[in-house]
């Protein structure tokens, strides 16, 4: 079989002067990871690292002859769209690829639209709104909340200073993601303390979830429990050494069944295709609450999705296979 890889060819972009780089680099593994088991699975690979403009990457793509396209593509540093756009570029070329269609990929990225759906097919999502600097007055949820960028992924914007206990640190955050994302509003949401699951669903029509894990988080007094930039990328870091995983979950069978009900049901809420990663935590009332749907979640070998994959029993090649075996499937 003929396999084209693509992905981020590694250039300079806006994330090395906010010293958000490592989140991109990070790429290259999953991208080396996946060559090699192409390969071991005895394949044919052809890959194109991926430049823009965008106009640049149809022609590209119009020149892939292959069975199947791997989609490690993450979107143009400062144009997360563009993740969603050469998904619908290898619709429109009849390509099969692995992962989530560009109407998932569109919608998880937005995390408002996303949880608007959510909420209309009854799962539960934090309160938020988007607020801009100048329109605070509007602001009604509850503090303490955690401010995000609304269209954003790997944690970037994410600090210990995103989750703020009153109106001056609100409008200092609100600020501060609205000039680093061009205008755009930031998502205010109240801040869920309870304890933080990640799921990984795979499968198209009849999915699967694999084992569930538990963010565990031993961080100094005063530190907020949320998986920062610092948490996932710079190991150096307070967050970094003092967040640590759990895999399967040590938990109760009556919430590990409510945990993957409702990861399924986010998945395909979502329209997610292949694999995903649905990230939950706990309310008040120990129901689990959807934070974010990642579409086509980190394929690096220390990444959550993998480290699911292998205690379900699969090695990377194995799961390597299975999202290709998904990515061929006749829906």
Same mark, same amino acid.
């Given at each position: ?5 693509i ?6 972009s806006?994330?090395?002067a906010r010293?958000e ?9 999953a991208?080396r990871?996946v060559?090699?088991?192409?390969r071991a ?9 991926l ?5 640049s990457?149809?022609?590209?793509l ?5 069975d ?6 993450e979107g143009f540093?400062g @144009? *997360?769209r563009t #993740?969603a756009? +050469?998904?619908?570029?290898?619709e $429109?070329?009849?390509l099969p690829?692995?992962?989530s ?6 919608l998880?990225?937005?995390k ?5 759906r ?7 999502t934090?309160?938020?709104q ?20 609304q ?9 210990e200073n995103?989750?703020v206990?009153?109106t ?9 993601s ?9 998502l205010v949401e109240?801040? @869920? *303390?309870?304890? #933080?699951?990640? +799921?990984t669903?795979f499968?198209? $029509? ?5 084992p569930?894990?538990e ?9 907020p429990?949320?998986l ?12 970094f ?13 009556e ?9 399924l049901a ?10 995903a ?8 009332e ?7 749907v990642?579409?086509n ?5 220390d ?5 699911q ?9 194995g799961?390597?296979k299975?999202?290709?075996?998904f990515?061929l499937?006749?829906?």
């Amino acid at each position: 079989m003929q396999i084209a890889l693509i992905y981020n060819a590694p250039i300079p972009s806006l994330y090395d002067a906010r010293g958000e780089s490592k989140a991109e680099s990070g790429v290259l593994e999953a991208v080396r990871a996946v060559r090699r088991s192409i390969r071991a699975l005895g394949h044919n690979l052809i890959e194109f690292p991926l430049l823009p403009p965008l106009e640049s990457v149809r022609k590209t793509l119009a020149t892939v002859k292959a069975d199947c396209v791997f989609n490690l593509f993450e979107g143009f540093a400062g @144009l *997360p769209r563009t #993740e969603a756009e +050469v998904a619908g570029c290898l619709e $429109d070329l009849g390509l099969p690829f692995t992962g989530s269609p560009s109407s998932a990929l569109l919608l998880a990225l937005d995390k408002a639209a996303a949880a608007s759906r959510l909420r209309h097919r009854g799962i539960r999502t934090a309160a938020q709104q988007l607020l801009e600097t100048g329109y605070l007055s509007n602001f009604h949820l509850k503090f303490p909340c955690i401010v995000k960028p609304q269209a954003d992924d790997a944690s970037h914007g994410l600090s210990e200073n995103s989750v703020v206990f009153d109106t001056g640190a609100l409008f200092r955050e609100v600020q501060a993601s609205v000039e680093r994302y061009d205008s755009a509003p930031a998502l205010v949401e109240e801040f @869920l *303390p309870g304890r #933080e699951f990640n +799921v990984t669903v795979f499968g198209n $029509d009849v999915p699967e979830v694999l084992p569930l894990s538990e963010i565990i988080y031993t961080l100094p007094p005063g530190l907020p429990k949320i998986l920062t930039f610092a948490a996932k990328w710079e190991p150096e870091s307070s967050y970094f050494q003092n967040t640590n995983v759990k895999c399967p979950a040590d938990i109760t069978p009556e919430l590990a069944s409510d945990l993957r009900s409702t990861a399924l049901a986010a998945f395909n809420a979502i329209g997610c295709r292949g694999y995903a990663r649905v990230d939950m935590r706990l309310d008040s009332e120990g129901q689990p609450v959807v934070m974010e749907v990642n579409a086509n979640p980190d394929l690096s070998p220390d990444a959550g999705t993998v480290r699911q994959a292998k205690k379900a029993g699969l090695s990377y090649k194995g799961m390597v296979k299975r999202i290709i075996e998904f990515a061929l499937e006749k829906t």
